[in-house]
């Protein structure tokens, strides 16, 4: 395991032990933030590339609450669910029988062309203490092995450096030069949503 995942899990089970599963157990905003996250993640289906049931891999899927969501509103979506926190997954597996979830890390476990989409919501918005320049290396593998196990497409959110403050925990990426560096490194086919009212945008990728 890499140091900047030996971070996020350390942070993150720290605040599940903590706050449960809540918003603050992901150490995430309001309930309402958590419901928009949730759907600018499963905006990445695309019913003209992928008409019917699809798979979705969800990176970082703490206690399940993109499957939740995806139940309420009554997606055809096979859901698997990964996360390093062990107590979270725990959690998952207790209460939510009706899907997959694993204690995984998404840089080793599964194998490429696995699922249709790939998502991870929330772990490209804290650095904690990682310094920038590793963050940034951290994300662009992470990009990079997202792709490599979807067959169709992913998404991610990323804070976003147009604002007028800045918390030094948090991880800021300029979203043109992110956007950018998808286009040349990832895939040209790229959509960016930087409209809605949280701090951060969501990128996705397809392959065709």
Not at 51 to 58: A, F, N, Q, T, W
Not at 76 to 82: A, L, Q, T
Request: charged share 20%; aromatic share 12%; hydrophobic share 45%.
């Amino acid at each position: 395991m890499d140091d900047v995942t030996a971070a996020l899990k350390s942070h993150y089970a720290r605040a599940f032990e903590t706050h449960g599963a809540t918003a603050r157990g992901v150490d995430w905003g309001a309930a309402d933030d958590v419901v928009l996250r949730y759907e600018k993640m499963l905006a990445v289906i695309d019913p003209a590339r992928t008409p019917g049931r699809v798979s979705l891999l969800d990176v970082g899927a703490g206690y399940g609450g993109l499957w939740q969501a995806i139940k309420q509103k009554g997606l055809p979506v096979d859901y698997s669910g990964i996360d390093v926190c062990d107590n979270m997954i725990a959690w998952a597996r207790t209460h939510q029988k009706d899907a997959s979830f694993a204690v995984a890390d998404v840089f080793t476990d599964g194998a490429a062309g696995s699922h249709d989409y790939v998502v991870a919501n929330g772990i490209l918005t804290q650095k904690l203490e990682t310094t920038i320049t590793a963050m940034d290396a951290f994300a662009q593998k992470l990009i990079r092995r997202m792709f490599e196990l979807s067959r169709v497409g992913v998404a991610f959110n990323v804070m976003t450096t147009k604002v007028n403050f800045t918390a030094p925990n948090l991880y800021y990426r300029n979203p043109a030069e992110l956007l950018a560096w998808c286009q040349a490194e990832i895939t040209p086919k790229v959509r960016i949503d930087h409209a809605y009212r949280l701090y951060e945008y969501t990128i996705y990728l397809y392959r065709g």
